[in-house]
């Protein structure tokens, strides 16, 4: 990602508000941005879903193909989820090959769904052996605001929440008919906070993440479960910012979840 | 007492000068590399035993002319990027490949340094060790020097960047008493030491 | 996978599936300066994992574009060989790579005094030639000696190791069988120890915060152990042949 040398000046603020305990948008340090959750958006996906977290902005799709299953798994499906950090979303993405960026962000969202087995593998199985569901989580972000990381994790989620089945017929899907909808067993909800000076702050803008010196995502799940963990860039973390984040993380997962 | 210490080692808990390759966290004066302390010294201090050469003002150091440019040469002088060197007051015809000792004249922020009074080597061979040993080949006062010239016969001349220059006496003997001084640079006694390496060996 | 759930992963005795107490490491040995051409190098074993880790650099930044005028940038490349793993893995960097890459050379940056060197780079290739559960806190802890034996100013070294579940226990340093356990939790865990930050943490499956709590004491514990081979892996080369018996015993106490 390109630096801009306005945002790196503007946020050497963030930082001294913080310690008159205000954040530059007048959020407490445990505040979300105002989340907008929209389902069902695009009718040749068979979910998706567009989510708000103040400016920022993300879509996710799913699509269900049938496919091969992996040998040591037979009777299981799977999921795999990419994402697109294009320059439509802002000026400091560039086209190209997917950056390391979006590499890390693709693989914790795929991790936070895989892990916390929030979508049962089994249940998108075909024929044992022979034909399995392949759902590919396809995320771009249309506005980039910072915390691109929660934004997209909620909008996985919720795309894969009204997800349809397709109905297949010698091995192929048919148009337009659905056997089901998936069924999600787990919604685990992402939570990222910034590391600033001393501060833990959630859901960074992008101004607090110019000033961020590391991010740390926790995603929990409604039966009171720590799904995953990913601290990201240079600086450190201590034990008890992880006990914060966690106590804190649960709590606003709770509200998100009701939105889904 | 010598001791060797790793990065992230404590130095000393009292509050001592701060030399190099050291910081202070709480209190505490920790090394930031892999080197030798001494603990009766009045400062805190570390001398490394590994590392890389910073070019430093005033510095005299062996460099290799890698290209021609139009008001000046770009030389090698092992540093972290090519330095430049002027062409005015150079009357020596330079070219790729020749070997001069310099003076490092300017370092800016960005460690890049411009060099000056060039002289040029002729002939010769050039050694490379690593340049946190150099003051061990240079000794107290110029000490190991002084044992290294009489023990061999050679005209050398050590850059701060790790090169060494030689002609002329018992080359090869001059190279391998380096390189034990290298190998050796964290023992004491290395120049008493060295002399009698440097007798025996010419026997 | 109904043979799987039957397995038991830590018995009543208190032993693992490899005879392993829930607190014992695998056999770690660490050599440092392994390699003539790299300014720094290590080689790491941690039970089947081998890995080899060089450092180059600092140098010039290229493309230049990359560089930073305030500060080196580390560039980190994890790779996996061929035969590293049961199938053939290919060769080329998949996502997985390029995200151990990212982590840890950030969990690095942490720990380098990288204002010494504006405008440069420093290079840490890990290679791993040998697999089984736990190669990037093999490599982690082993680029950090790599990156001290190129005598790169470092605030401290970084001590990498897993934790996690298997069978409803909390274990230290999972093994391939135990990461596939069907409750499987996995923690990858980096500190700088003596001032305790976290430089790395990621985590997967499905944890309480009761176990967090213990898998970190765990961890802890168990990374104090692996800085003191660290520590005396760096210090070993300075213990050679050549030297007379009586240095080289007063060195050795100051090492132990």
Known sequence: ?260 | MKKIVVPGELITEQRKKMGEHVYSFNGKIYSDVIGITDNESAFASVVPLKGCYIPKYGDIVIGLVVTELFSGFLVDIGSFSLCFMSKEGIREPLKRGSVVSVRVSKVNELNEADLSEPRVFYGGEIYSISPVKVPRIIGKNGSMLEVLRRGTNTNFIVGRNGRVWAKGGNIQLLFKAIKKIEEESHLPNLTNKMSEFLLKEKK | MTKEEKKVYVNKKGLRLDGRKIDELRPLTIKAGVLKNAKGSCYLTWGQNKVLVSVQGPREVLPKHHSDPLKAIVKFNYRMAAFSVPDRKNPKPGRRDIEISKVCGEALEKAIMLEKFPNTQIEVWAQVLDSNAGSRVAVLTAASVALADAGIPMKDLVTAVAVGRAGGKIILDLNKEEEDAPDAVDMPIALMTSAKEIVLLQMDGLFSKTEWDEAYELAAKALEQIKEKQVQALKEQFLQESMETETKEKIKAEVQ
């Open chain 1, 1 to 260: 990602m390109q630096k801009n040398v306005l945002l790196e000046l503007k946020s050497e603020k963030v930082l001294t508000n913080l310690k008159d305990s205000v954040r530059t948008d007048g959020r407490k340090l445990d505040e979300y941005r105002k989340i907008s959750i929209e389902k069902g958006i695009y009718q040749n996906a068979e979910g998706s879903a567009k989510v708000t977290l103040g400016d920022t902005e993300v879509i996710a799709g799913v699509k269900l193909l049938p496919g091969k299953p992996y040998p040591d798994s037979p009777n299981e499906g799977t999921i795999s989820v990419g994402t697109e950090l294009i320059p439509l979303a802002s000026p400091f993405f560039e086209s190209g090959p997917p950056s390391t960026d979006s590499i890390e962000l693709s693989r914790v969202v795929d991790r936070g769904i895989r892990e916390s087995k929030a979508v049962d593998f089994k249940k998108l199985c075909i024929t044992e052996g022979e034909l399995v569901f392949i759902g590919f989580v396809d995320i771009y972000a249309i506005n980039f605001d910072g915390n691109l990381f929660d934004a997209s994790a909620i909008a996985a989620i919720a795309a894969l929440d009204q997800a349809k089945i397709p109905k297949i017929e010698d091995e192929k899907t048919v148009k337009d008919e659905f056997s089901g909808k998936l069924k999600l067993e787990r919604k685990p909800i992402l939570s990222t906070f910034a590391k600033i000076g001393n501060f833990l702050v959630l859901d960074p803008d992008l101004l607090e993440e110019t000033a961020m010196q590391a991010r740390f995502s926790v995603a929990t799940t409604e039966d009171n479960f720590v799904s995953a963990f990913q601290k990201g860039l240079p600086g450190s973390i201590k034990k008890e910012d992880v006990d914060s984040a966690i106590d804190t993380a649960f709590k606003a997962a709770k509200e998100i979840r009701k939105m889904l």
